[in-house]
């Protein structure tokens, strides 16, 4: 059953999400295989996003969405929601629907970046492995 999950969460990455083939690459093993123990969208932005966070006020759609915890819905409410004010707290991104614990290691906003540390990611790492 999990393994059904990973494949059709692979499919909405590259379907809904936009990831080409070889951005979707990572998150494979050297076997081939998709991990059971972590999310691929997880396991993409640890790769792609570690260095380079998103800025919640100025990402566009498509950069949004490749953010744990922002879907499509919630990106929309992002971009809606700047149209008003700027996004400064965690409470905004939780009331339009973001997981903020899943988000919190990839994206940044004035006053906020993440911590270099990859502490943050190793217990969102953990975290997932439990649910």
């Known amino acids: 059953m999990l393994r059904a999950h990973r494949l059709y969460q692979m499919d909405w990455l590259s379907r809904i999400y936009g990831y080409s083939q070889d951005e979707i690459r990572p998150a ?5 295989n ?3 123990d972590i999310d691929p969208k997880l396991m993409l932005a640890l790769d792609q996003l570690e260095d380079d966070p998103v800025d919640i006020n100025n990402a ?11 879907g499509p819905t919630s990106a929309k409410r992002i971009l ?12 905004d991104l939780h009331a339009m629907g973001g997981v903020v614990k899943r988000a919190k290691a990839f994206v940044g906003f004035s006053g906020y970046r993440p911590e270099k540390s990859k502490q943050l990611k190793l217990d969102m790492i953990q975290d997932d492995r439990t649910a």
């Open 28 to 32: 494979f093993d050297q076997t081939g």
């Open 34 to 36: 998709l991990s059971l």
């Open 60 to 70: 566009d759609y498509a950069h949004l969405i490749r953010v744990p915890g922002i």
């Open 80 to 91: 809606d929601q700047r149209m008003r004010h700027r996004i400064d707290a965690w409470r």
